[in-house]
């Protein structure tokens, strides 16, 4: 395989799962007792669409085009970390969804370190420069959800015994 064919893959791959991930968080924001973490899925969910729509251009640019095979197989496996939230009370809901979050920008991190090295090793400094510019973008996403997880179980935690105290 050529490089530039193992890049265009792996764009293939980073804009699949960023094109998932916008659907993800949108439809988080809706959901939840919590308008701070609601918020923090809105923004996140607008530059998940800004960063498919780079990675399209991207890939674009060297003679792909969008896996839509991958963004199924994407969205589909999305759906698995929610399964494990049956169950829980609605006011936990925003503290499911930060774990999620947390988990899924943390791999998005990774997943730019690999597009980057390898772009790299490739002499592709666009797609490197991309790939580290997303990754930075992650790390804020991630740093976000981060700071609100403890505070969202502990407001979770809070809400549930008081509505259970004085049922």
Known sequence: MEAPELIVRYLQDAEAAERNFEDTLMAFAHTGEQNEVKHLFDVASTRARTQHQRLEARLRALG??????????????????????????????????????????????????????????????????????????????????????GPSALAAFQTIVQRHAVA
């Open 64 to 149: 792909g085009t969008p896996s839509k095979a991958k963004s199924i197989l994407a969205h589909t496996l999305a759906m698995a970390p929610t399964v494990a939230q049956i169950g829980h009370e609605p006011a936990e809901k925003n503290t499911q969804h930060l774990m999620v979050c947390v988990g899924a920008a943390s791999a998005e991190m990774a997943m730019y370190e690999s597009l980057a090295t390898v772009a790299a090793a490739a002499g592709d400094t666009e797609t490197e420069r991309l790939a580290r510019e997303l990754q930075s973008e992650e790390r804020d996403d991630y740093e976000k959800a981060w700071a609100l997880l």
